[in-house]
């Protein structure tokens, strides 16, 4: 008998005019001891799958078909089973976790929920579970708070949290999306040990098709909210049946070599999910722009010695300061039209560099400088704001950096204004149609809200906002790290076409080797504040000569 035993479900979400159906007639199992890979692009029901089991829905959506049982009991109303025999791990730590609360206060009233024991035997369960989940100093570190952990050692928590009530089914939903590839391998090794050890099941949710082929036992693929393939890793990942799972998989980045583009999901893009190709024909980015470009001999970016330091005990006696050295001694030039790589595991330094780039943090120590020109030398608001037009950046998360209160068009207009590049309102919107049609998402997209678009729509605003001024620099922070394989292959090919078409220079941090082979000139490999080793792409992923940059090549999950 399965411990999990999903038979002929169907979940809708009833509406005014109609109802949307997110998994059709989905047939599933897990055993015990085994962690099943449920993949699929966005919207193709895998976390309705997890929601449903855990009777997490939101309303009004419902069970409409179906059943699902536990070690043969029908629980597809599993609310009182819910933490307790099935657990979930969400994609986000940071929001699984209550800031206000100590780590220990929230395991230990976990714990106590679930099983009876004391205050005190609780605190010793909660120690153990820290250490059982690779924490270091679990004494000491329980009496901490969220913020005050890194990504990886929240996930970790979450974890602990998850095996508060000794779960017989964990769901993991994208559990190692955000983390660097360092820590991701100890989060996968982490969830193959609970698996082995305390035989455990798994439904492991994720788009990363490297993840799924060194961490599950079987795959099972969903599209449009239906099941199209099921079985053994290899079987899925070496000779794929379905059109489909095929199409995923030849879109996953290579490791092992550079290609000149992406590969695309050739069979999603046959449906409704198709986006429009790049097409440079806006006047905007064509003109010339104000300020004399560099010779393309000499670097658009130059960094020397830059450094920053944080305060982590304030105090009104110099003395008893105490600060964290974020990063120290960092050095490297951008040529013009250059992509660089910056990678390192959580805590290097990566996005703290990027801030002191973009003019977020000043450094205490260094120069930035920017076509030749000291940044630290720019003194009038006039100066500073012509510099700050020629640095524009990219956030990982586009709907948290764009504003759901504002039209697409009005975003996009919005540095436009603020610089005023333009003050005549027909031509702002004549620019914004113009800048919506490069990305690929046509004029009719400026009169929606951010609310209105997928995740790969969304960060195709983030780019049309950044172009709106022109830039010669972008930097760009994870922009692809939380989107599915076939969109991420779409913005990459166009930040590609974006790069050479107007000889952008681009700083590209990222956590996800694979995708910085393939889109980065040189890498530069951060670690403790420092960069370690820094060469071109292919001499540095064939060739590496740091050991910390050995290491994370090693560790980088492949088919």
């Known amino acids: ?43 193709a029901g895998k976390s309705t799958i997890g929601t449903a089991i855990m009777g997490l829905l939101d309303r009004p959506g419902r069970v409409a078909e179906g059943l699902i049982s536990l070690d043969g009991q029908d629980v597809t109303s599993i609310q009182d089973l819910r933490g307790g025999r099935v657990s979930m791990i969400f994609q986000d730590p940071l929001t699984s976790l209550n800031p206000l609360y100590t780590i220990e206060k929230q395991l230990v009233e976990t714990i106590r929920t679930h099983r009876r024991m004391s205050k005190t035997e609780a605190s010793l369960e909660a120690v153990t579970l820290l ?5 270091d100093n679990a004494e000491t570190r329980i009496h901490q708070y969220p913020h005050q952990f890194s990504g990886g050692m929240r996930q970790r928590v979450v974890i602990a949290l998850a095996l508060c009530s000794n779960p017989d089914l964990i769901i993991a939903d994208e559990p190692t999306t955000a983390l660097d590839v360092s820590v991701q391998a100890q989060i996968l090794d982490l969830i193959r040990a609970l ?142 039209g250059e992509v660089l790589g910056l990678v390192g595991e959580s805590g290097s330094g990566k996005s703290t560099v990027a801030r002191m780039l973009a003019g977020i943090h ?52 919005e540095p436009i204004h603020h610089n005023r590049l333009v003050l005549n309102k027909g031509e702002i919107s004549a620019i914004v149609a113009d800048l919506l049609e490069v990305v690929g998402l046509g004029a009719v997209a400026g009169s929606k809200f951010p609310h209105e678009f997928s995740g790969g729509q969304r960060q195709r605003i983030s780019i049309a906002r950044a172009l709106a001024t022109r830039p010669r620099f972008l930097i760009c ?40 082979r393939q889109m980065c000139d040189r890498v530069a490999v951060m670690r403790h504040g420092k960069i370690c080793e820094l060469s071109e792409t292919e001499q540095l992923f064939d060739q590496p000569e740091d050991d910390y940059t050995k290491e994370l090549i090693r560790l980088m999950p492949t088919l």
């Open 1 to 43: 008998m399965s411990l999990l035993s999903i038979q002929n479900l169907t979940v809708e979400y009833p509406g005014r005019k109609s109802t949307f159906t997110a998994a059709r007639d989905v047939t599933l199992s897990v055993e015990r001891g085994e962690i099943l890979g449920l993949v699929g692009e966005s919207g």
């Open 131 to 135: 250490n059982s989940v690779g924490i």
């Open 195 to 336: 698996a082995a050890e305390h035989e455990v099941g798994v439904i492991l949710v994720t788009h990363d098709m490297g993840v799924i082929s060194q961490t599950a036992d079987r795959v099972a693929v969903m599209y449009h909210g239906e099941l199209v393939e099921t079985g053994p890793t290899k079987d899925i990942i070496h000779a794929p049946k379905h059109a489909y799972t095929q199409s995923l998989i030849a879109a996953v980045p290579r490791g092992d070599l550079k290609l000149d583009r992406f590969p695309r999901v050739s069979y999603a893009e046959e449906g409704t999910v198709a986006m429009a190709e790049f097409n440079l024909s806006s006047h905007w980015l064509g003109k010339q722009r104000d300020e004399t470009p560099a010779p393309s001999s000499e670097a658009l970016v130059s960094v020397k010695g830059l450094g920053i330091r944080f305060p982590t005990v304030n105090a009104i006696l110099p003395r008893n300061r105490r600060y964290i050295q974020a990063v120290q001694d960092v050095s490297f030039d951008i040529m013009p």
């Open 362 to 413: 000043k450094p205490d120590t260094g120069t930035i400088y920017i076509n030749g020109q000291d940044l630290s030398q720019v003194r009038s608001r006039k100066e500073k704001q012509a510099m700050r037009r020629q640095i524009q950046m990219i956030f990982q998360d586009p709907y948290s950096s764009l504003n759901p209160r504002m039209r697409v068009d009005d975003i996009v207009a």
């Open 477 to 516: 922070d994870e922009p692809t790290s939380a989107l599915d394989v076939s969109i991420q292959a779409q913005i990459l090919n166009l930040l590609k076409d974006l790069r050479e078409a107007l000889d952008l220079s681009v700083l590209f941090i990222s956590h996800d080797l694979p995708v910085v």
